[in-house]
């Protein structure tokens, strides 16, 4: 491994010509280029730094630097980095995190991209993308999935050959064509989405302004009543459970409207629109999804529910042990055993309290629609006791000795890892 130091200036430009391994760029506070790696050539020139690397290579440079990488056939991880940085083509999985501006002409393979205060442009993406915490966000063709979250800025989608999701856009959204199917959620800006082969989702309130959506599928929005809407639906099936003022229905078409705004937005689509309320609470602040529409009495015996688990696994623990026992000895089987029984305890105990849990939320729900009665009383759970995973080692070293089956093997797994 050789190692270099090359003093610059504050803010220098640090060019990767090419780069046969994987390359990792890290920042400091001090003025200077640190190079790590089997065999580089490095050419020096006002304020510029331009590498070579016939292997893997590690860099450090200042903070303030501006990277530009022509070529790595291997994975990249950047981090810290303010000036601007533009990435050629990327042979490996690239990971970025705390940069500003990015443009990245050709990746083929994975991005997870992280905390990034400027533009992020996107030319060719021939892998998946997780993108969070971003600025204006451009994507030209990507042919995995797309996923971006906290977009600070607006997003334009060219072409997306898998599916989209987008959560918290400040701006514009424009997607131009999408081959499967595509999930938006708390937009801020205008919105324009057409060419999608799939089905879209929609969760949420729009801004005042002209939006569109329109899918070779089905559309399916939750729209939150309290927002206003000027809506215009056309479909073959159109089914509206939103409270609609001045509604109106043609042939293939519904035409609505929800309290007084300018929030103009047009729904097509070839299968079907589904028009449902939004959840009143935020489904991250709520843990009793899966109630709604309860009307229904709920008798299920929670207080009996962790002792059928236990009988169960139990049943499956005794004949599994009768098969080691003819393997290993009575003595082994019955040690472990022993801990299998504990781990059981402990996950029987865990389910039991889960079960009191949603008893409780059922209950809840249920007197919202028909008034309080009668509970079960839970079953106290049986006392927890400290986790250990020498089984699970004990158990994977008889699979790859031959000694029991993978299926054994995983049954028994099964009852070790569930722990808190």
Sequence with gaps: MNQEKIFTGKAPQININSCNGDLVVRTWAETAVSLKGASFD????EEKLTIDST?????????????????????????????????VELNGDAVLSGLNNVHIHTLN??????????????DTVHGDASLRNIGKLEVHTIHGDLSARNVNGSVLLHQAHGDVSLRTVNGD??????????????????????????????????????HSFTAERD??????????LNLTATAPSIKNRLPLEKETEMEDTLVGRLG???????FTANGRIILKESDIVDPKWSDESGFEGFEADFDFDFANFGSQISQQINDQVSQISQRLESKLGPEFTQKMAEKITRKVEQATARAEQAAERARQRAERQHMRHRGPRPTRPAAPPEPKQK?????????????EQGIISPGEAATLLEALENRG
């Design 55 to 87: 292997e893997a290579l590690k860099l450090t440079i200042p903070v303030h630097s501006s990277l530009w990488v022509n070529y790595v056939n291997g994975d990249i991880a950047i981090k810290l980095v303010e000036g601007d940085v533009e990435l």
């Design 109 to 122: 393979a994975d991005l997870s991209a992280k905390n990034l205060n400027g533009d992020l442009t996107l």
């Design 173 to 210: 959204v424009t997607v131009e064509s999408g081959m499967r199917d595509i999930n938006l959620r708390n937009l801020g800006g205008l919105t324009t989405v057409q060419g999608i082969q799939g089905d879209i989702r929609l969760s949420g309130g729009l801004s005042q302004g002209d």
């Design 42 to 45: 490095i050419n020096e020139g």
């Design 260 to 266: 007084d705004g300018e929030t103009n937005v047009s």
């Design 387 to 399: 986790a250990s995973s020498e089984e699970q080692l004990k158990i994977l070293k008889m699979v």
């Design 219 to 228: 559309i399916i929005v939750r729209w939150p009543v309290t927002s206003p």
